[in-house]
C-alpha cells in the first residue's frame, strides 16, 4: 500500500519558519517527481512547488519563490518544504503528491492526508 504522510504543520506567526515533510512507503520514492500543492479554505487546489526524481530540478510558483525550498532525500524516502517568510495567504493545507506530465498536462498520483499550515498573528 501507497503511503504519503506529511508532517511538520502548525501555527506560525507572520515572518516565522515552517519545514514540511513527506515520508513515503510503498512505492520506489526514487522513481517518482513530487509536488506540494496547498488548499486554502473555500478555494480551489493550487500547485506550490516540485522537483525531479533525482532532487536536480526544482519549480516553484512566483508567489512563494525565494521564501520555499523543496527538497528530497530518496534514501529517506522524504520530501520536504522549507518556508521561510510566512504570509497571511499562506495558510492552507499542504498535501504532497506525485506527479507526470503526459501529452503537456500535469497528472497528480498518489496524495497524502495533508498538513495544516496557518500563518497568524
Known amino acids: 500500500e501507497v503511503q504519503l504522510v506529511e508532517s511538520g504543520g502548525g501555527l506560525v506567526q507572520p515572518g516565522g519558519s515552517l519545514r514540511l515533510s513527506c515520508a513515503a512507503s510503498?512505492?520506489?520514492?526514487?522513481?517518482?517527481?513530487m509536488s506540494w500543492v496547498r488548499q486554502a479554505r473555500g478555494k480551489g487546489p493550487e500547485w506550490v512547488s516540485a522537483?525531479?526524481?533525482?532532487?536536480?530540478?526544482?519549480y516553484y510558483q512566483d508567489a512563494v519563490k525565494g521564501r520555499f525550498t523543496i527538497s528530497r532525500d530518496n534514501a529517506k524516502n522524504t520530501l520536504y518544504l522549507q518556508m521561510n517568510s510566512l504570509k497571511l495567504e499562506d495558510t492552507a493545507v499542504y498535501y504532497c503528491?506525485?506527479?507526470?506530465?503526459?501529452?503537456?498536462?500535469?497528472?497528480?498520483?498518489?496524495w497524502g492526508q495533508g498538513t495544516q499550515v496557518t500563518v497568524s498573528s
Open positions: 503528491a506525485t506527479y507526470e506530465v503526459v501529452a503537456g498536462l500535469v497528472e497528480y498520483g498518489y
Open positions: 510503498g512505492l520506489n520514492f526514487g522513481n517518482y517527481d
Open positions: 522537483i525531479n526524481s533525482v532532487g536536480s530540478s526544482a
